[in-house]
C-alpha cells in the first residue's frame, strides 16, 4: 500500500460557522487536524479546501493545500478531486479521508484505519468503538456499525451502518467513526454514483457504498476521537489539547 492523507475542509457548517478555522490554543482547527495527521506518518497529508482562506492558514502553517469546486456535494467528492490534482498517474493507491474536525485524533488511529485494507477483497476500512450505555445506542448523532469480530480478530466486515440501536440483542455495540481507508478504485466507482436509497433515508454516505455492493471492513480502537460540531465542543477541544504536553 501506498497511502495518502487527504482532509477535505469547507467554510460552510451550520452549527460552528467557520468551523476549520476555529481557533484551538493559537491555531485553527484544521492545523491542528493536519499536524495530527503528519504524526500518524503513514504518507503524504494535504488538506482539498473549498476556501481560499483554508488554504492561506493551511500554507501558512508549512501544509499541502488544494482548492476544490465549493459547490461539490460532500468531502468523499471533495477528497475524490484533490487525489486527481495531486496525484495524476496513480501512485498512491490507497486515500484515507480524514474529516477535518478530528483536532483530538490519536495519530495511531490513521495506522489502524488502514488494517482492513490486508485483505484484498476489502474496499474500504473504517474504525469503530465500543458503546459504553444504552443512551449512547440510542442517541441518533452516533452513528452504529452492524459488525462482529471474531475471537482474536483485529478486523470485521460492516454489514449495515444506523442511526437507531444496531444489531438487535446482547453483545458488544459498535460506535462508527468517520475515517476512512478507501481504495483509489473504490472511491472512483463511489463518486460516480448516485445517492443510493438507504443512504438518503439514513442520512449516511457509507450506505451508498455497501448497497453497490462494495465491502467495508472495521476495525476497533479503545475510544473515539470526538468531532467538533457545536461551541461547546470546540471548549471542549480546547480544554483536551491544552493539557497535552506538546500543546502551545
Known sequence: MNPIVIIPARLAATRLPR???????????????LQRALAANIGPVAVACGDMEIIDAVRAAGGIAVLT??????GS????????????????DV??????????????????????????????GTLVTPIRDDAEAATPSVVKAACAFAEGAETAPALYFSRNPIPYGDGPRWH?????????????????????????RESLEQLRALEAGMRIA?????????GVDTPADLERARTALAAEPHSS
Not at 467528492?77 to 498512491?92: F, M, Q
Not at 481507508?181 to 460516480?192: C, E, G, I, K, S
Not at 472495521?218 to 470526538?226: I, N, Q, Y
Request: proline residues 14%; hydrophobic residues 50%.
Open 19 to 33: 468551523k476549520p478555522l476555529a481557533d484551538i490554543n493559537g491555531r485553527p482547527m484544521i492545523v491542528h487536524v
Open 69 to 74: 469546486d465549493p459547490a461539490l456535494p460532500s
Open 77 to 92: 467528492d471533495r477528497v475524490h478531486a484533490a487525489l486527481a490534482e495531486l496525484d495524476p498517474h496513480g501512485a498512491h
Open 95 to 124: 486515500v484515507v479521508n480524514l474529516q477535518g474536525d478530528f483536532p483530538t485524533l490519536p495519530p495511531g488511529q490513521l495506522q489502524i484505519v488502514l488494517r482492513p485494507l490486508a485483505d484484498p477483497a476489502v474496499d474500504i
Open 176 to 200: 462508527h467513526i468517520g475515517i476512512y481507508a478507501w481504495r483509489r478504485a473504490a472511491l472512483d466507482r463511489f463518486v460516480a454514483l448516485p445517492p443510493s436509497p438507504l443512504e438518503r
Open 218 to 226: 472495521c476495525a476497533a480502537v479503545p475510544h473515539a476521537a470526538f
